[in-house]
T-cell receptor
Framework: EPEVTQTPSHQVTQMGQEVILRCVPI?????FYWYRQILGQKVEFLVS????????KSEIFDDQFSVERPDGSNFTLKIRSTKLEDSAMYFC????????????FGEGSWLTVV | AQTVTQSQPEMSVQEAETVTLSCTYD???????LFWYKQPPSRQMILVIR??????QNATENRFSVNFQKAAKSFSLKISDSQLGDTAMYFC?????????????FGGGTRLMVKP
């Protein structure tokens, strides 16, 4: 069964460093997402991406965050200058179409900022 | 904006018994989807079941079924014949159908423990 894959599974970074989290969505999917889950809290929407541009973003997704689909298969989340409060599990997800199909999640990238 | 509320932070059930997890939501939309996702200790988000708001029939997937009450904005998950592998965090989620990102709004989760 096709799946969303994410790398790395776990990354530890120094505060202030840049981090890039990578995702390969399911191949025929058109909508891509990043979600975040701080330990013990609910899953929060960060950003959605369609047709090579951001379609929606939350208040969390400020100027330190950016997304890119550099080569038609990868979908990346960049955090420019990490803060301690960026420590969380970051989930990539994808969806096939506009018709409300299910959003499928990757296994997550656990980011620890020290 | 949509909100999703799961009023049961934790629940437990004996193996082979049935358990029902509650979820309510608030929206002014008429066209939407509802989901239950399971998050085991591995923390992966796994789809359990999906319900389209326009369908009156409740969705079922093997041992999992929902009770969808659109007027009451209620969407509960029933797990029959509970198994040890059902131990996980369960999240209810809402998806508005629009021309934007179709983002999911999650509830706070219910931690389910299945006891042998």
């Amino acid at each position: 069964e096709p799946e969303v894959t994410q790398t790395p599974s776990h990354q530890v970074t120094q505060m202030g460093q840049e981090v890039i989290l990578r995702c390969v969505p399911i191949s025929n999917h058109l909508y891509f997402y990043w979600y975040r889950q701080i330990l013990g809290q609910k899953v929060e929407f960060l950003v959605s991406f369609y047709n090579n541009e951001i379609s929606e973003k939350s208040e969390i997704f400020d100027d330190q965050f950016s997304v890119e689909r550099p080569d038609g298969s990868n979908f990346t989340l960049k955090i420019r200058s990490t803060k301690l409060e960026d420590s969380a599990m970051y989930f990539c997800a994808s969806k096939q179409s506009t018709s409300g199909n299910t959003i499928y999640f990757g296994e997550g990238s656990w980011l620890t900022v020290v | 904006a949509q909100t999703v509320t799961q009023s049961q932070p934790e629940m437990s059930v004996q193996e082979a018994e049935t358990v029902t997890l509650s979820c309510t939501y608030d929206t002014s939309e008429s066209n939407y989807y509802l989901f239950w996702y399971k998050q085991p200790p591995s923390r992966q988000m796994i789809l359990v079941i999906r319900q389209e708001a326009y369908k009156q029939q409740n969705a079922t997937e093997n041992r999992f079924s929902v009770n969808f009450q659109k007027a009451a904005k209620s969407f509960s998950l029933k797990i029959s014949d509970s198994q040890l592998g059902d131990t996980a965090m369960y999240f209810c989620a809402f998806m508005k159908l629009d021309n934007a990102g179709n983002m999911l709004t999650f509830g706070g989760g219910t931690r389910l423990m299945v006891k042998p």
